[in-house]
């Protein structure tokens, strides 16, 4: 099965940009999504992007797929202190819109 | 628009006792879903998911089981809890290919 890889963490200084990256396994993945959880809270969706496109842009957020590698990152610019949450990666194939998660990326901003 | 609503926020229950946890979609019909369970380690286990009344299907076999009686109710339960129960219990739904909408989450706690 699909077998979706995140790093634990990440540090950034306020104002700077963050990079989450995933990795997954399955060539035939067709819907990649990211999600955001704060403290004990339910997951958001933040962006979703299609297998057919490269980079999806949405305000701070940009969204690169590489399906060559098997690769997506999360780049959020100008990182504030309410971005500091755990991020996580989603991917689906079609026929199935279940999607495998990472364990998520904790994303934390200090000052 | 679409919304989920997931109770109890938190529950503390002791070992051997019964488990029910409801989740219900308003301003949709018909739709997928879904009960994930995310243990400390963070990642997202998917326990069940229904595609409409009375159709369950469990991804692992363990201690939980659910229920859809209603079109837009999906329930979670258990007979006998266990300690290794205790975690963070999210119900989602998914109408199309663009992600879940997560309710707020249940924390048990079993003790």
């Known amino acids: 099965g699909e077998d979706v890889e995140q790093s634990l963490f990440l540090s950034v200084r306020e104002g700077d940009s963050s990079v989450i990256n995933c990795t997954y396994t399955?060539?035939?993945?067709?819907?990649l999504y990211w999600y955001k959880q704060e403290p004990g809270a339910g997951l958001q969706l933040l962006t979703y992007?299609?297998?057919?496109?490269d980079m999806k842009q949405d305000q701070r957020l940009t969204v690169l797929l590489n399906k060559k590698d098997k690769h997506l990152s999360l780049r959020i610019a100008d990182t504030q202190t309410g971005d500091s949450a755990i991020y996580f990666c989603?991917?689906?194939?079609?026929?199935?819109?279940?999607?495998?998660f990472g364990r998520g990326t904790s994303l934390i901003v200090h000052p | 628009s679409q919304t989920i609503h997931q109770w109890p926020a938190t529950l503390v229950q002791p070992v051997g006792s019964p488990l029910s946890l409801e989740c219900t979609v308003e301003?949709?019909?018909?739709?997928?879903l879904y009960w994930y369970r995310q243990a400390a380690g963070r990642g997202l286990q998917l326990l069940f998911y229904?595609?409409?009344?009375?159709?369950i299907s469990s991804e692992v076999p363990q201690n939980l089981s659910a229920s859809r009686p209603q079109d837009r109710q999906f329930i979670l339960s258990s007979k006998k809890l266990l300690l290794s129960d205790s975690g963070f219990y999210l119900c989602?739904?998914?109408?199309?290919?663009?992600?879940?909408?997560f309710g707020s989450g249940t924390r048990l706690t079993v003790v």
């Open positions: 989602a739904w998914a109408g199309e290919p663009h992600g879940y909408t």
């Open positions: 399955d060539s035939s993945s067709t819907y």
């Open positions: 992007i299609f297998s057919n496109m």
């Open positions: 989603a991917v689906a194939s079609g026929g199935s819109y279940i999607p495998t």
């Open positions: 301003g949709t019909s018909n739709p997928n």
């Open positions: 229904s595609v409409g009344i009375g159709q």
